[in-house]
């Protein structure tokens, strides 16, 4: 290679001056270069001889020539190439020159970040999908594309290497050898379409649809559709299974761009997309609806959840940043009218720097947001109501109206990292909204400060807006606006990456946040707040991935830390109290804990959320009613607050206002199943079975089929709901759609069919439930659900020992003295199990308790719920179902 590299410099000489090497993979080395004609730094791909010899110079240029023709912004374009030759002459190896890029590769950035930012990913494959049907449209099919071969520039993407894989591939003609030939690998496995991985010799642009559906899967999931050992057995994954759907992964990824990669990802070439032209539009179009709908992530709730360890409970307990779909209270209405209120909304910073730099706008806004509501005499609206308007079209007027605020705070923000000391640039603009009158700009200031000083700049920020609202500061007040969360700005910075991981709230996102916040730890041992949000996310790991006693022990070390740092941190007791709620489930003790917090953070709606869910579990829910009806006005478009309240009414039996409360979110979310579930089982408790179907069949087409199918069936034992041809379907999904949990998919299937009368095929899927059930408890052996569902199972497969057993346990785990919300719950389906197997007065007893005590099960639920026919004629049921 030494000898290559003198042959190289002397055949370049005059023309070019190689600097260094940037990277060396199978098939090539890459130097940067001066270009001395043009006074211009070059990239120069030298292909290795091994590739060459599979080569003639002919096809190579030939190739080469076709791939410089392609002008487009966003493919690497070919500037010059040539051989080297070796002692007689011949060609021993090939160069080719592309421009030099200043950025990175995909694949660095993913490595870096592991799954990126939805809007992110939708942009780069859009981008190298635009420059794909550009060069098929010439005949020119890449063959090649892998994150390593997209380069990030700014915040554009390009595609190197057209016409290289071609080159090297062949085109299968005569006189033309293809590489599967010489023994060398064709493509990168991960990436290869099937019909590339079998050697077909005809391959056209639909490999390249494939490939790209291949990379937006890995950038949103963070691994490629298949992976294995070897490159033998990802290829034998990819020629004999489909991969997992990227929801089961990232459930914010909108079920239309889901399904349009699925698509592109069809093992036969006429099943995909015709061109990468049309992927793109079909993601790009599931992308902009999702924004305009203000769906969210569809929530759930732990009881009644059949899911992978504890994966789906995080979903509506109203604890992940940025939550948050549209839903109207009636005091939006009102506030912008009253002239002595000020409400202020701090919208999200325009991040106007590079794209990676997002993080660092979303976490000025959070902090400026935080410094004013921290102001007596403002009241500020909570991100998860404000944070819906990124990017938003509508008026200042719009958006005042449906937050119910008088004043709107927005900055554009510019992190500038080059030219020696790292600035930042911050302008603020403070917009009035009144009624009958335009909106008016009531204060602005640019900052430019340096990096250091950007605590400074939050702070005067604050300040000046509050002086601009006629807000005096109280004595003590300008010093706690100015108070630094740290010295060290690389922890400021970890800290502020970890808050967008905590952000997506999968496990996946909270292990890197994580890490973030464990490095912001180390480098400012003293970062109150890293401390604190490190101990949250290994609080909900504990809970939603597996309670590993690491995690346990890690989320107590760091909330104790946090609060010997300082007592009176807000973040410090809510940190604790998500330990005694999410690890210990002490709910008074997380209870007191969150008011602690509370008392240092009026404001904070999370806080909020927290202090009712665990009111709900404590029993309390006439006071769980009145916070959620408090953390409304401070975050009144918030999708966890508003299922919250619906859910509170429908378990205290307040049907009107459960109704109520449903009817203002369902047109605001459109396209969530959940609306219609709350709709639904209001109906059903009321004993009105026929308007629950009708409510049912108003569900619109713009609801996935297969996400509501699937979330009736998983979550609170709807399935026998659905009407036949929704059973039917059900009856049909994978276990894709339940998590890739097999327990969780045959439990709902198993029943399903149960119901159905079908007890052979009940078996079937009850005993794959079982076998799947108890590999899970192995390694949770304390797992409430999962004792119950296995009770479920043993109940059909007609083993009444072991059903009893089981179900016992889990209300042992979690009894309804400690848990009122879970415990409850699993009373329920230990009756169901008593029912099952012959015990009707047993599960009487159980309903009887149910029954006194808040829950969604009611007389008129258990008239029409056709599960517990088998008690129909017992006089204690008729009793105990002749109540309203």
Known sequence: MADLRARLDSGLSGRYTIERELGRGGMATVYLA??????????????????????????????????????????????????????????????????????????????REGQLPFDDAVRIASEAADALDYAHQRGVVHRDIKPENILLSGSHALVADFG?????????????????????????????????????????????????????????????PFTGPTAQAVIARMLTEAPRPVRSTRQQVPASVDAAIARALARAPADRWATTGEFARAVSQGAEEFRRSGETVVTAVRPGARRAPRVAAMFGLGLVIGLGVLFAWSRADSAADNDSARVIAVLPFENQGASEDKYFADGMTDEVRGRLASVPGLTVIARGSSSQYQGSSKTPAEIARELGAQYLLTATVRWEKSGGQSRVRVTPELVEVRAGAAPSTRWQQPFDAVMSDVFKVQADIAGQVAQALDVELAAGQKEKLEVRPTANLAAYDAYLQGNEAFAGGSPPDLQRASGFYGRAAALDSTFVLAWSQLSRAYSLLYWLASPLASYKATARAAAEKAVALDPNAAAAHLALGDLYRFVETDWNRAIEQYNLARRADPQNADILSQIAFSQQGAGLWEEARATLEEGAKLDPRSVSVAQRLSRTHLWLRRYQESLRATERLTPLAPNSPQPYQGKVMTFLAMGNLEEARKALRSVPRTVDPTELVSYFGNYWDLYWILDEEQQQLLLRLPPGPFGDDRSAWGVVLAQTYYLRGDLARARIYADSARLDGELLLKDSP????????????????????????????????????????????LKYLLARIYMMVGEGDRAIDQLESILRVPFYVSPGWLRVDPEWDPLRSNPRFQRLTSGS
């Open 782 to 825: 304390n797992d409430d659900q999962r004792h119950v569902f296995l009770g479920l199972s043993h109940a059909i497969l007609g083993n009444k020992a072991e059903a009893i057993r089981y179900g016992e346990r889990a209300i042992e785990i979690t009894p309804m003295t400690r848990d009122a919300y879970t415990g409850v719950y």
């Open 164 to 224: 290289i894989a071609r080159a090297l591939h062949g085109e299968g003609g005569a006189g033309e050898p293809r590489l599967t030939g010489t023994g060398l690998a064709v493509g990168t496995p991960a990436y290869m379409s099937p019909e590339q991985a079998a050697g077909e010799a005809r391959i056209d642009a639909r490999t390249d649809v494939y490939a790209l559906g291949a990379v937006l899967y890995e950038m949103l999931t963070g691994e490629p």
């Open 34 to 111: 001066s270009d001395l004609k043009h006074d211009r730094s070059v990239a120069i791909k030298l292909l290795h001889p091994d590739i060459a010899s599979s080569l003639g110079a002919e096809r190579f240029q030939r190739e080469i020539k076709l791939a410089a023709r392609l002008q487009h912004p966003h493919i690497l374009g070919v500037h010059d190439s040539g051989v080297i030759p070796g002692e007689a002459g011949e060609p021993i190896a090939y160069w080719f020159t592309m421009p030099y890029v200043e950025g990175e590769s995909l694949r660095e950035r993913m490595q």
